[in-house]
């Protein structure tokens, strides 16, 4: 069965600073895997997309990495700002639909 | 237009209402997803709808029951629920092709409340 981890599970940043949010997949036969922001009490943006055959995905200030050999993808957030506060959820799609990470809450501070 | 749209928006039922939650997407997407979120917790998958018909169940009670009438539309019928079924419930769509390389859309979601 996939597991899915997301480290950390909470995260505080002055305003400006750059950020890794890190995700790990225990089974590696992935078609794909999806990056996603939840604001409280609200539905899931997308916010990058990787296939399993790539290896990065850029979206103005969020770099996306995949490595499917390792079971490993990281979120990048250039120069923070208070407006990314949000929990982001990594999620892959395998056999049985998409299976999610337990999110990493994200708190920018002005 | 990359848009889910759920209705209603927040639902307050009694344990002896019927009610139904609504997903509609015009993206062209022949798969749907229904998701159950709880508080603090990630998304868990309830059911799947692949070309309108339902090709995953995962052991959700039938007190919860799904319907796809068409390709555009997602429906949840509710009946007898408990006070624990109270969560946010997600739809979802996504195009079906070889090896599933296809980005998922999420709708607003609906903030269930059962009393």
């Known amino acids: 069965k996939q597991e899915v981890t997301q480290i950390p599970a909470a995260l505080s940043v002055p305003e400006g600073e750059n950020l890794v949010l890190n995700c790990s997949f225990t089974d590696s036969a992935i078609y794909n895997l999806q990056w996603f922001r939840q604001d409280p009490g609200k539905g899931l943006t997308s916010l990058l997309l990787?296939?399993?055959?790539?290896r990065e995905q850029t979206s103005g200030r969020l770099n996306a990495s995949l490595d499917k050999s390792s079971g490993r993808s990281t979120l990048y957030i250039a120069a923070s700002q208070p407006g990314d506060s949000a929990t982001y959820l990594c999620?892959?799609?395998?056999?049985?639909?998409?299976?999610f990470g337990s999110g990493t809450r994200l708190q920018v501070q002005p | 237009d990359t848009e889910v749209t759920q209705t209603p928006k927040h639902l307050v039922m009694g344990m002896t209402n019927k009610k139904s939650l609504k997903c509609e997407q015009h993206m062209g997407h022949r798969a749907m997803y229904w998701y159950k979120q709880k508080a603090k917790k990630p998304p868990e998958l309830m059911f799947v709808y692949s070309y309108e018909k339902l090709s995953i169940n995962e052991s959700v009670p039938s007190r919860f029951s799904p319907e796809c009438p068409n390709s555009s539309l997602l429906n949840l019928h509710l009946h007898a629920l408990q006070p624990e079924d109270s969560a946010l419930y997600l739809c979802?769509?996504?195009?079906?092709?070889?090896?599933?390389?296809?980005?998922?859309?999420f709708g607003q979601g609906t903030r269930l409340t059962v009393v």
């Open positions: 979802a769509s996504s195009q079906v092709g070889a090896g599933m390389n296809t980005e998922a859309f």
């Open positions: 990787i296939q399993s055959s790539q």
């Open positions: 999620a892959v799609t395998g056999r049985r639909a998409l299976t």
